[in-house]
T-cell receptor, first 114, second 115 residues
Framework: NAGVTQTPKFQVLKTGQSMTLQCAQDMNHNSMYWYRQDPGMGLRLIYYSASEGTTDKGEVPNGYNVSRLNKREFSLRLESAAPSQTSVYFC?????????????FGSGTQLSVL | GQQLNQSPQSMFIQEGEDVSMNCTSS?????WLWYKQEPGEGPVLLIA?????ELTSNGRLTAQFGITRKDSFLNISASIPSDVGIYFCAGQVGDYGGSQGNLIFGKGTKLSVKP
């Protein structure tokens, strides 16, 4: 089992460029999440998708869009990258039934915006 | 919104020493989780706690869900070099469903172990 797979692992963008971070999970989880991690800030939720066909804003959604393409895939798009979006991005997934709260993370995408 | 205060921010210890870290909140949580993150990787779940007062162990790790439901601690006994990493606490306020079911993360405790 691959678990949660994120691509790319590293990316450098110029201010104003756009890109899409890809995420796929093979655990048949209903819910998927995008977090960003900044030094001293912990993990902050950008967007989440509680189930296929739904997406909702998290704590820091500005400057991002998401697409839940199907049950497996949840992408994060930066339409016009800004230096403030330099961060490490993590995708995560979990089962949504009952109170199963265990979140499984991908290995991250390190993004630098110059 | 809810916040978790995790302390200490960092720890430098000698191999073999015990470690203790904790998280506190002004809000009540239904679930507490502890994660470990190694360099270049995503966080990995160590322990999950579901009931106030619950004490759970995973090898040399022990975590407790505070009686008030507003705090949790993680202890690591007899630390070894591979314990190095960042440890995060995370809490869930409500049952799954809607934003209340989302996890809130502490800012992490960076652990360094000197051989």
């Amino acid at each position: 089992n691959a678990g949660v797979t994120q691509t790319p692992k590293f990316q450098v963008l110029k201010t104003g460029q756009s890109m899409t971070l890809q995420c796929a999970q093979d655990m048949n989880h209903n819910s998927m999440y995008w977090y960003r991690q900044d030094p001293g800030m912990g993990l902050r939720l950008i967007y989440y998708s509680a189930s296929e066909g739904t997406t909702d804003k998290g704590e820091v959604p500005n400057g991002y869009n998401v697409s839940r393409l199907n049950k497996r895939e949840f992408s994060l798009r930066l339409e016009s990258a800004a230096p403030s979006q330099t961060s490490v991005y993590f995708c995560a997934s979990r089962v949504s039934r009952g109170t199963n709260e265990k979140l499984f993370f991908g290995s991250g995408t390190q993004l630098s915006v110059l | 919104g809810q916040q978790l205060n995790q302390s200490p921010q960092s720890m430098f210890i000698q191999e073999g020493e015990d470690v203790s870290m904790n998280c506190t909140s002004s809000s009540i949580f239904n679930t507490w989780l502890w994660y470990k993150q190694e360099p270049g990787e995503g966080p990995v779940l160590l322990i999950a706690l579901y009931k106030a007062g619950e004490l759970t162990s995973n090898g040399r790790l022990t975590a407790q869900f505070g009686i008030t439901r507003k705090d949790s601690f993680l202890n690591i006994s007899a630390s070894i070099p591979s314990d190095v990493g960042i440890y995060f606490c995370a809490g869930q306020v409500g049952d799954y469903g809607g934003s209340q079911g989302n996890l809130i993360f502490g800012k992490g405790t960076k652990l360094s172990v000197k051989p």
